[in-house]
């Protein structure tokens, strides 16, 4: 069973910029859907972005949109989110997922396999 794990995550002031890394073991993530999520404290997880399984489409919400940026490396079962113009909004843990489903790429329910998360923190 696929294992995910996020890494990159830390305290980081308003406008600077992040690199999260998630990777892949026990299972392959390169035929698959790829999705990043985040949960702040007492919200809902939700949608930042994902990428199809070649990296030849991506998506976003609109709250990151121009700012972060997703990317794969199939070879290396790799997941990046790079990003930058960071707002304290932006502060929450970071989720990587492998989505599952044809159901909408926005949605969690339709990503079966989920990382641990990492903890992004960014100060005003």
């Known amino acids: 069973q696929v294992q995910l794990i996020e890494s990159g995550g830390g305290l980081v002031e308003a406008g600077g910029s992040l690199r999260l890394s998630c990777a892949a073991s026990g299972g392959t993530v390169s035929s698959y859907m790829m999705g990043w999520f985040r949960q702040a404290l007492g919200k809902e997880r939700e949608f930042v972005a994902a990428?199809?399984?070649?990296?030849?489409?991506?998506y976003y919400a609109d709250s990151v949109k121009g700012r972060f940026t997703i990317s794969r490396d199939n070879a290396k079962n790799m997941v990046y989110l790079q990003m930058n113009s960071l707002k304290p909004e932006d502060t929450a843990v970071y989720h990587c997922?492998?989505?599952?489903?044809?159901?909408?790429?926005?949605?969690?329910?339709?990503?079966?396999?989920w990382g641990q998360g990492t903890q992004v923190t960014v100060s005003s």
């Open positions: 997922a492998r989505r599952s489903s044809n159901r909408s790429y926005k949605a969690p329910d339709s990503y079966a396999a």
């Open positions: 990428i199809s399984w070649s990296g030849g489409y991506t």
